[in-house]
């Protein structure tokens, strides 16, 4: 009897969940199939998954997808459960979706899709395991159920755009007490201006690069005069980092003129034999298909600038800064402008404000 129990609840006997598309939209974006082969057998790789739009229109957009037969192709994306759901859902008679270039499916359950303009889709199946769609659905907020289980949920939008900000609001605070949370545990073993520095090391690394920077983070925690100037600063940065002696390329993006870059370069050679620095690969970092504004080489400069306006403690002047009422994010702007008024965007420094500075202020 216990063993027939067991049977009839495992997912071999009992009957399974059932997959969310938001599963397969949260795996396909974060890169868990890198390539595919369609129906009609050719392989399909994955040079760029595209921009997840979250249920407006198809689901990726801008994908870049080198295509065997067909070279490298761009477009989007549309993921459903079963290949079926194309009609279903009515996009063969939709002009929104004529710039969809792949079907991606959890089970082929009919013919290839069509577009509105009559052009035959490639359909492949998501070489993801059920487990791990499973795991990730488990892992996504519960708050998504409110819009009905499903990615495409632009109507929602439409017709009811009051329960779709209640539910981006109620994601914000989740994801905000979540951080307060993980700052709190930090604040019991270590300093406020550790703890602070640490997170905003991580956020200028921003997507691609922030395991570099926590690993830059930690060759130069101990021990740096942040007060020595905005060039010393670069220069323990950036030649922490690789980046010195600094290529063209990168002197241009990062805004800097070729006496600053001499500057910078001289300040490193002379530092270096007084201390056991250690560096970063250049290899380390991600430059492909990142925008000047958040490559690398630009962020370390913003960072070194706030060190350096900040006497390298930015958790004093932000503190007073929360405690007076003033605007953080222009003081962030400010505090990462070069000469020319270069430094961290409004959404970034928004970005930063968001998800380091107050949870970090909320749990000291």
Known sequence: MQTARI??????????????????????????????????????DVVYRGAWSHGFGPDFAGAMLQIEGGGLVTGDVELHLTSGDWMRHGHHLDPRYNNVVLHVVARIDGPDARREDGVAIPTVVLDVPD???????????????????????????????????????????????ERV????????????????????FDAF?????????????????????????????AALLLGSAGFLPLSPTDAHIAGLSPEEVTGIE?????????RAFRTLPA?????????????????????????????????????????????LRRRLRD??????????GAGRATAIVASVVLPVVMAW
């Open 266 to 274: 001289n300040a490193w050679a002379a530092a270096r034999p007084n």
């Open 7 to 44: 049977a009839e609840s495992s997912p071999e006997y009992g009957p399974r969940p059932r997959l969310r598309e938001l599963a397969m939209s949260a795996a396909w974006h974060g890169g868990l199939t890198r390539s595919a082969i369609t129906t009609a057998g050719h392989r399909v």
């Open 335 to 344: 505090w990462t402008a070069n000469a020319t008024g270069q430094g961290l």
């Open 283 to 327: 290899t380390a970092w991600t430059r492909a298909r990142t925008r000047p504004a958040s490559h690398p080489a630009a962020r370390l400069m913003q960072l070194a600038r706030l060190l350096t306006a900040t006497n390298g403690d930015p958790a004093v002047r932000l503190l007073h800064a929360v405690r007076d009422g003033e605007e």
């Open 131 to 177: 487990a791990a769609l499973f795991a990730i659905d488990q892992e996504l907020p519960e708050i998504w159920s409110t819009l009905g289980h499903s990615v495409c949920a632009g109507d929602v939008a439409q017709r009811e755009p009051a329960r779709l900000r209640a539910a981006i609001l109620a994601l914000g605070d989740q994801r905000f007490s």
């Open 205 to 233: 690394g921003y997507s691609q690069n922030r395991e570099p920077m926590r690993a830059l983070f930690d060759l130069v925690v101990d021990g740096p005069d942040w007060a020595s100037g905005d060039r010393a600063c």
């Open 181 to 200: 949370a993980r700052f709190e545990g930090e604040l019991a073993t270590e300093p406020l201006s550790t703890v602070l520095l640490r997170g905003l």
